[in-house]
């Protein structure tokens, strides 16, 4: 990942979208790096697309500015702007065989024959289909076509490499795969990349940086484990990976009640003593192994049902309030300290853990 000091490669600035009334950006503004790899991720109809549209300049912004080394694309047509894209669909053009597939761009630039073959060449031996070359798009397996509009996308050498959503249309397995291989493939040529997803594993695995967008708006930018570990709203909580909700009033800056008992939290949370919020951990951090005496926010809490999910149990916990808490525990620690539905079991919940949102 490149140095924050170094001054971005693409500059988005108080960009807005309208689609008649209906506002799908508002007021977005991001830098991003040279050789990063960014993920726009959110829900369906948060802007995601929208904005990497904008950028590519096939919804061109009603409001704002970008800027993309320096140069200002505002207002340039797509064709005067400097990146490859990859749909979800591929989009390849299935009457022509994979090489001319991906020398397209090329020829439809004029480039010299034997410099475009070579090219092609070149770029199927990246991703690793130079044995495919004859082939026509209908001959492939999903994976194999989403590598072919990868190179196409590739061919010109592109500043900018932009990605729709290039997996959803994928099968699990072929999907952790391809992803693996495309994170390789921008290290390697070091190209600067956006990567538009709705799957949060997909962004968590990929990118340098992350950005968390809701009806048109960013909610946070920051890095896969930022965006886990220090959710900056609670849509951001919710959105990526799974938290506990539990509701609670402040009971002084580091302290919360949860339904007659008394919680410590690490951060000072700039709340008068009564206002409603929500305390929030992830089921992984609820600790159950090495408790001893001592520890803040122990409690004593009812197993009610157990999940096997392989190498570890989702456990559904309820206190004596019936406030439900749920928790992962490995299968070590459930076959060593035999956790079972019915038991009564102490686990802690750590103040550095806790996230706490106004409820």
């Known amino acids: ?22 506002r799908a950006l508002n007021d977005v503004s991001l830098n ?31 409001t704002g500015a970008i800027h993309q080394a320096g140069r200002d694309i505002s207002a340039l047509p797509p064709s005067e702007r400097d990146f490859g894209i990859v749909f979800q669909s591929y989009a390849l053009f ?38 495919q070359s004859d082939k026509y798009p209908a001959q492939l397996s999903g994976g194999q076509q989403q590598r ?39 290290r390697k040529l070091k190209v600067t990349t956006i990567l538009v997803t709705h799957d949060q594993e997909e962004a968590l695995t990929m990118a340098d940086r992350i950005v968390v967008m809701n009806h048109g708006v960013i909610e946070q ?19 990526v990976g799974r938290m506990n909700f539990l509701p609670a009033e402040m009971a002084g800056p580091k302290r919360l009640a949860l339904a007659g008992v008394f919680l410590d939290c690490a951060e000072a949370i700039d709340l008068p003593a009564g206002s409603p919020v929500n305390a ?30 392989g190498s570890f149990y989702r456990a559904r916990l309820t206190t004596a309030a019936a406030v439900e808490i749920t928790a992962d525990f490995s299968a070590n620690a459930v076959r ?24």
Do not use: W
């Not at 600790?287 to 520890?295: A, E, T």
């Open 148 to 186: 072919v509009a990868l190179a196409r996308a590739l061919a010109l050498s592109p500043g900018l490499l932009l990605l729709d959503e290039p997996l959803s249309a994928l099968d699990a397995r072929v999907r952790a795969h391809l992803r693996h291989e495309i994170l390789a493939l921008q």
């Open 94 to 131: 299935p009457n022509i065989t994979v090489a001319r597939n991906v020398g397209y761009g090329l020829a439809s630039t004029g480039a010299d024959r034997a410099k475009a073959s070579a090219r092609v060449a070149e770029l199927l031996a990246l991703v690793g289909l130079t044995d």
């Open 32 to 62: 991003i790096n040279e050789g990063e790899l960014v993920c726009f991720l959110g829900p369906s109809g948060c802007g995601k697309t929208t904005l990497l549209r904008a950028i590519a300049g096939l919804d061109v912004q009603t």
């Open 221 to 239: 930018v920051g890095t896969p484990e930022d965006i886990y570990r220090r959710p900056a709203t609670a849509f951001v909580a919710d959105f």
């Open 1 to 22: 990942m490149p140095s924050p000091m170094a001054a971005p490669y693409l500059r988005i600035e108080h960009v807005g979208k309208l689609f008649g009334g209906f």
């Open 336 to 359: 060593d300290l035999g956790i079972e539905v019915g038991a009564t079991i102490k686990v802690v919940l750590p103040p550095d853990r806790l996230r706490v949102y106004p409820r």
């Open 280 to 309: 929030c951990l992830r089921p992984e951090d609820v600790m159950v192994r090495d408790l001893g005496l001592g520890h803040a926010n122990a409690l004593d809490v009812g197993v009610a049902a157990m999940e096997f999910l």
